[in-house]
């Protein structure tokens, strides 16, 4: 491990180069390649760019799957000293103009196939309509007007820059954008390289382990994985697509040792029986986080680790890791709570009016360290009032924490129902909802109602040929002792929810999915 938490994504892969040149540094994604050839493809791709005209403070977006194309060029762009945009893979047209506009890019990775509606031709287009972005680089078939990724690596490694400063912006993250337009985090080297660090270790993570990422390298979660990897020297296992049938033969195939994933990654797999404890004898850590974890599927999961356990996570794109379990912490804090707060950084639940409430207690959210990011890009509004004035963020989270210091995640501010002026937070509804066999996913959100302002439709993803009742989940929370007037008035059946490219419910749009069916 690198022999100072802090630095840079270059100086820790020039690290790796001169003392383990020959070590794997990732896999998966076509033939190995050991950290001398990353080094060294990070190399040339970077003085690509340079000729391409891209310099330090630069905008680089990419909008690329877990590949080795995304490692690569994450790596190049931080030797360069510009900044490095991700964009999530199904984001088309009007997701993607935005978040282009809004970073002022000036060039972007894109996946070209050959195919007319290959994701370069879009970025192309685009090209044209933005005033700030130059370069349309294709990663694939070559595509007239755009800059092809191989020949960017004409130029031999030997090239150097000079040595990034970890204290400047290398990284640029978009919040999800679930309820608003998504908002633009940027962050350090010495912020989040930092954080991983400290975190890697507390993971057991080591330059003999495997780390396998279901979650996509554009989220906050995903690069996570990477900067634990980097910080160990340990190798990073590439899945590009993940398809939940091939799941446990991937596995089985890549052999990881920590695994980071959602829990809708593993819930398919787990329900149907397709895994089994041969498919995930190398596991040492499966780590569940992005959204609620089922409490019946980590129990599940856990069960199928000969060798392993099951954590969860919490962290933002304003902070990357916040909390996380340990791999030795007891079983039910494990499979229940969401951990305790990563190195370095301290964790508060308080009142509307900032007082602390007893531990155990629900309130909101909040925390400070030296991952935090300092504010939204070009957003003062919104960076001052989710700050207060001692430095304490305020995520937007509904939580608990014991007098253990283990987290536990109750919801959103902005979920809450408003009923007839009595507010309440759905999540449990949820969490009992979940346990119903028919019940893959599901959400509750309010729809509006004359007398009362709104009341609450229970929303599902069934499993296929499986069928769930309103008053069959009602029973449910009756046995549970939910209060009646949380309990929905509504059921809607959807073949699919709307999730963002995280696995997140998005309960803007399916609360328009279900205006339209009223």
């Known amino acids: 491990m690198p022999t100072t938490e802090l630095g840079t994504?270059?100086?820790?892969?020039?690290?790796?180069?001169?003392?383990?040149?020959?070590?794997?540094?990732?896999?998966?994604?076509?033939?190995?390649v050991s950290y001398r050839q990353l080094a060294d493809d990070t190399q040339r791709l970077a003085a690509g760019l340079a000729r391409a005209g891209i310099g330090k403070g630069d905008v680089v977006a990419a909008q690329l799957a877990n590949t080795r194309a995304?490692?690569?060029?994450?790596?190049?762009?931080?030797?360069?000293?510009?900044?490095?945009?991700?964009?999530?893979?199904?984001?088309?047209?009007?997701?993607?103009?935005?978040?282009?506009?809004?970073?002022?890019?000036?060039?972007?990775?894109?996946?070209?196939?050959?195919?007319?509606?290959?994701?370069?031709?879009?970025?192309?287009?685009?090209?044209?309509?933005?005033?700030?972005?130059?370069?349309?680089?294709?990663?694939?078939?070559?595509?007239?007007?755009?800059?092809?990724?191989?020949?960017?690596?004409?130029?031999?490694?030997?090239?150097?820059?000079?040595?990034a400063d970890p204290q400047t912006t290398y990284l640029l993250l978009y919040t999800s954008g679930t309820t608003a337009e998504p908002k633009g985090v940027p962050h350090s080297a010495e912020a989040f390289l930092g954080n991983a660090h400290r975190s890697a270790a507390e993971l057991g993570?080591?330059?003999?382990?495997?780390?396998?990422?279901?979650?996509?390298?554009?989220?906050?979660?995903?690069?996570?994985?990477?900067?634990?990897?980097?910080?160990?020297?340990?190798?990073?296992?590439?899945?590009?697509?993940?398809?939940?049938?091939?799941?446990?033969?991937?596995?089985a195939r890549l052999r990881p040792t920590h695994v980071f994933a959602?829990?809708?990654?593993?819930?398919?797999?787990?329900?149907?029986?397709?895994?089994?404890?041969?498919?995930?004898?190398?596991?040492?850590?499966?780590?569940?986080?992005g959204t609620t974890v089922p409490p019946s599927l980590a129990r599940a999961l856990d069960g199928l680790l000969e060798n392993g356990v099951v954590i969860q996570l919490w962290g933002m794109s304003e902070?990357?890791?916040?909390?996380?379990?340990?791999?030795?912490?007891?079983?039910?804090?494990?499979?229940?709570?969401?951990?305790?707060a990563s190195p370095r950084t301290e964790l508060r639940v308080v009142t509307d009016a900032a007082e602390p409430v007893a531990p155990g207690a629900e309130g909101q959210l909040e925390v400070r360290g030296p991952s935090v990011f300092a504010g939204y890009l070009g957003n003062r509004e919104a960076s001052e009032a989710s700050f207060r004035s001692d430095g304490w963020f305020r995520t937007g989270d509904l939580a608990r924490i014991s007098a253990e210091g283990f987290l536990t995640l109750t919801g959103r501010t902005k979920e809450i129902i408003n009923r007839g002026g009595v507010k309440y937070n759905p999540i449990e509804v949820e969490?009992?909802?979940?346990?119903?066999?028919?019940?893959?996913?599901?959400?509750?959100?309010?729809?509006?109602?004359?007398?009362?302002?709104?009341?609450a439709c229970l929303c599902v993803e069934a499993r296929p040929d499986a069928a769930i009742g309103l008053d069959e989940v009602c029973a449910m929370l009756e046995e549970r002792g939910i209060a009646k007037f949380k309990w929905p008035e509504r059921l809607e059946i959807f073949e699919q929810l709307p999730l963002t490219p995280t696995r997140k419910v998005m309960r803007?749009?399916?609360?328009?999915?279900?205006?339209a069916r009223s």
């Open 9 to 32: 994504l270059p100086a820790w892969l020039a690290l790796h180069r001169r003392e383990r040149a020959d070590a794997i540094a990732l896999c998966g994604d076509g033939e190995a």
């Open 70 to 163: 995304f490692v690569t060029a994450f790596l190049a762009s931080a030797t360069l000293g510009a900044v490095f945009q991700t964009l999530h893979m199904p984001y088309r047209q009007k997701e993607l103009r935005y978040l282009l506009e809004h970073s002022g890019a000036r060039a972007v990775f894109a996946v070209s196939t050959g195919a007319a509606d290959a994701p370069v031709h879009e970025m192309l287009r685009l090209r044209d309509a933005l005033a700030s972005l130059d370069t349309v680089i294709a990663v694939g078939a070559p595509v007239a007007g755009a800059t092809s990724y191989d020949a960017l690596f004409d130029t031999p490694p030997e090239t150097r820059f000079p040595a």
């Open 205 to 251: 993570i080591t330059a003999d382990s495997r780390i396998l990422s279901l979650a996509a390298f554009s989220h906050l979660y995903g690069l996570f994985t990477i900067h634990l990897a980097l910080a160990a020297g340990a190798t990073i296992c590439l899945l590009p697509a993940y398809r939940p049938p091939a799941l446990p033969d991937d596995l």
């Open 262 to 289: 959602a829990p809708a990654h593993f819930a398919p797999v787990v329900a149907d029986g397709g895994l089994t404890a041969a498919h995930t004898r190398t596991i040492e850590v499966a780590c569940l986080s």
């Open 319 to 340: 902070l990357q890791a916040g909390t996380f379990g340990r791999p030795d912490d007891p079983l039910d804090t494990r499979l229940a709570t969401a951990g305790r």
């Open 431 to 455: 969490l009992v909802a979940l346990g119903h066999p028919a019940v893959l996913q599901c959400a509750v959100v309010p729809y509006p109602d004359p007398v009362l302002g709104e009341r």
């Open 508 to 515: 803007g749009a399916l609360a328009e999915m279900l205006k």
